[in-house]
């Protein structure tokens, strides 16, 4: 299975994510966007493919949006976007491609509706929060 991360490993969401793809027994490839930041072209169809408006894929937490007027409502899509490439860490992460989807998996166990394998074992995030029991199943 083919599954695509874009990752910032400083971020304990996209951390827990990356883990339960692996949890799978799948390596995906990993791109760290802020240090490769997608093109327009592969941010516009992450953002569409997910199901969000531009808007909903800002990150707003630890970045400057504000600071830069992003929080302005009259701003186009075309302005956003060239908001987040200028600064790549208003993209929200982590976004992960797989063969049955994309997602913006916030939370982390988002991932699990686009992977088809099964968990290969317990899991629990970074806080202790239980995501996979002990027979591999879901908890929530």
């Not at 969401?13 to 930041?37: C, F, H, M």
């Not at 394998?117 to 199943?137: H, M, T, Y």
């Amino acid at each position: 299975m083919n599954v695509t991360i874009y990752h910032n490993p400083e971020c304990g969401t996209s951390r827990n994510t990356l883990a339960l793809i692996r949890n799978t027994g799948v390596e995906p490839e990993v791109i760290e966007y802020l240090k490769q930041p997608p093109s327009l072209e592969t941010l516009v169809k992450l953002i569409a493919d997910s199901g969000l408006t531009v808007r909903e894929a800002i990150r707003q937490k630890g970045t400057p949006y504000v600071e830069l007027g992003l929080d302005a409502a009259n701003l186009t899509d075309t302005q956003l976007l060239d908001a987040m490439l200028a600064h790549p860490i208003l993209i929200n992460r982590p976004f992960v491609v797989t063969p049955d989807g994309t997602r913006l998996c916030r939370p982390s166990e988002l991932v699990l509706d686009i992977l088809s394998l099964p968990q290969k074992s317990a899991f629990s995030k970074e806080d202790g929060e239980v995501v996979i029991n002990a027979e591999g199943r879901r908890v929530r």
